[in-house]
T-cell receptor
């Protein structure tokens, strides 16, 4: 069965320092993986997606994630945090191949940025 | 282009009352999904429409929940009667239907959610 585990419920970093949000997945076949972000009172926004092409995926707002099959990980990183990055981040795995497949969310990581 | 719209943004009702949530997907999107996040838990899948048909309703918690999508446009999710444990945030998402295309190319776009508080 497919699942995702976000290893940290809360991460706090100083502005200008690197961000690392960790995600491990479990899948019986090559998965499709996503990171979504939710800012307060906003909808979930797609940051980036892994679709079995390049293992290093670049997303919006300077975020990127690397798919590592050997480690079953899909960690989200950003070289330099900005105050506007404060939000909740969700790692997501798809279930199945078709467009009718549903997606499974991790429990979320709340990112706080210290001035 | 308008995004996925949900309303109300927040609803406060008493136990035993009925509440109806509405979702307007992005125009042209055949796939419509409902999800729920109960406080402190993961976002969980509830059901999936393709146009007006229920493709997968395996996540619906019980028969107090009724989802409809008449005409294949907007969808409603009714909770009747509401219980305390129904409190949480209800998200709707939509995606463009591309038959035979892997999910990876079929991104789901989410609304801001409806926060339901049952007292």
């Amino acid at each position: 069965a497919q699942s995702v585990t976000q290893l940290d419920s809360h991460v706090s970093v100083s502005e200008g320092t690197p961000v690392l949000l960790r995600c491990n997945y479990s899948s019986s076949y090559s998965p499709s993986l996503f990171w979504y972000v939710q800012h307060p009172n906003k909808g979930l926004q797609l940051l980036l997606k892994y679709t079995s092409a390049a293992t290093l995926v670049k997303g919006i707002n300077g975020f990127e994630a690397e798919f590592k099959k050997s480690e079953t990980s899909f960690h989200l990183t950003k070289p330099s945090a900005h105050m506007s990055d404060a939000a909740e981040y969700f790692c997501v795995v798809s279930v199945g191949y078709s467009s009718a497949s549903k997606i499974i969310f991790g429990s979320g990581t709340r990112l706080s940025i210290r001035p | 282009e308008a995004g996925v719209t949900q309303f109300p943004s927040h609803s406060v009702i008493e136990k035993g009352q009925t509440v109806t949530l509405r979702c307007d997907p992005i125009s042209g999107h055949d796939n419509l999904y409902w999800y729920r996040r109960v406080m402190g838990k993961e976002i969980k899948f509830l059901l999936h429409f393709v146009k007006e048909s229920k493709q997968d309703e395996s996540g619906m918690p019980n028969n107090r929940f009724l989802a409809e999508r008449t005409g294949g446009t907007y969808s409603t999710l009714k909770v009747q009667p509401a219980e305390l444990e129904d409190s949480g945030v209800y998200f709707c998402a939509s995606s463009y239907r591309t038959s035979g295309t892997p999910l990876a190319k079929n991104i789901q776009y989410f609304g801001a959610g409806t926060r339901l508080s049952v007292l």
